[in-house]
């Protein structure tokens, strides 16, 4: 069996599409599984059929090599389960459709409507359709999201079916995975951020768009994101009404108010300036300006060398010593340099 994991954008996508099922009606089981997603019933054309057949091949490829896996042959390759788009018939290819056309136009649930969104009632996730091509060419409506019965019978339903318990544990491990990031952990009310942004994920889980996006994980953890920074927020302000309180009574407020008052400080800000002294950025300018107050402080102690060069009056002096000491050796305590006749030997 394969090693479930639960934070990888597949499983994620798996779980999204069974989740949605749930809350739509199809005319076979099969027509569930779509293989292209279009914006329109125009866009349905020669190059979407094509794109739809690869997709198709793609995926069972996929799933004999998966199932061959399973069953427990060894050292199988996934090039010897190829399907070849050719083989796919116009007949078995299914076309998402994302449209509004089976959900009820609600009028007064915005005053001023921005999208076709608002003009519809309101829906947990974009609805769609499924459709096939028979073998005339003609396209057939097979399924439906937010529906219930058959595609010319049937009836809207908002609120027919729910996540799947899988996809329920992955928005929990997600919530506890970012909870131990190392900017978040610290803080005592870390299991109240995580409650906040598993609440947030079971709201919006199934708004997530295969039409727009292939990684889920990004857009859930995104919302897990904002989901802390406004507990975050909350807090801090409920620390800066009680920080207020303390100070109003005369008592000490917390250490983060007592360092803010402290940095707020004129001596402080003194003191920071002062710290490391006057700092400077390295650019041509201000390069420019510290060599002339460099030659200004000490154009006194500059002298020049035998090549014409600036050199330091100190610097001098020590050279000069040198020399000096050089001088005064015997001439037996001097060293000459011996060279190695090995370095002056032809190789032969």
């Not at 997709?55 to 399907?83: M, P, R, S, Y």
């Not at 707020?264 to 060599?291: F, P, R």
Request: with cysteine.
């Amino acid at each position: 069996m394969r090693r479930v994991k639960y934070l990888n954008n597949r499983d994620l996508l798996a779980q999204i599409h069974k989740s949605k099922n749930s809350f739509s009606s199809y005319v076979s089981d099969g027509d569930a599984n779509y293989d292209v997603i279009v914006p329109s019933v125009e866009k349905i054309n020669v190059r979407t059929i094509s794109l739809a057949k690869k997709n198709k091949a793609k995926k069972l490829t996929q799933e004999a090599w998966e199932q061959a896996k399973d069953a427990g042959h060894k050292k199988i390759k996934l090039t010897d389960f190829t399907v070849s788009p050719r083989k796919i018939e116009k007949t078995d290819l299914v076309f998402r459709v994302m449209t509004f056309d089976h959900i009820p136009s609600d009028p007064t649930r915005k005053r001023t409507p921005k999208s076709v969104a608002d003009k519809h009632t309101k829906v947990n996730f974009p609805p769609f359709q499924h459709y096939k091509l028979d073998k005339k060419g003609k396209l057939k409506c097979v399924g439906k999201s937010h529906w219930e019965g058959g595609m010319g019978n049937g009836y809207f339903v908002g609120d027919k079916g729910k996540i799947t318990n899988e996809l329920a544990k992955m928005f929990m491990k997600l919530c506890e995975r970012y909870g131990t990031r190392a900017n978040w952990r610290g803080y005592t009310y870390n299991d109240e951020m995580q409650s906040q942004a598993l609440m947030q994920l079971s709201q919006i889980g199934l708004q997530f768009d295969e039409s727009k996006s292939e990684n889920p994980f990004a857009y859930y953890t995104a919302a897990i994101t904002n989901s802390f920074t406004r507990i975050l927020n909350i807090e801090k302000k409920n620390q800066n009404i009680r920080d207020d309180l303390l100070e109003q009574e005369h008592m000490k407020p917390s250490f983060t108010r007592q360092n803010q008052n402290e940095m707020a400080t004129q001596s402080y800000k003194k003191k920071q300036a002062t710290l490391h002294g006057k700092v400077l950025v390295a650019t041509k300018t201000s390069i420019k300006e510290l060599n002339k107050q460099l030659k200004k402080e000490n154009k006194n102690k500059l002298k020049k060398d035998k090549d014409g060069d600036l050199i330091l009056e100190d610097d001098l002096a020590d050279a000069k010593d040198e020399v000096l000491k050089f001088k005064e050796l015997k001439d037996k305590d001097r060293k000459p340099v011996v060279m190695k006749r090995s370095l002056f030997r032809s190789k032969k």
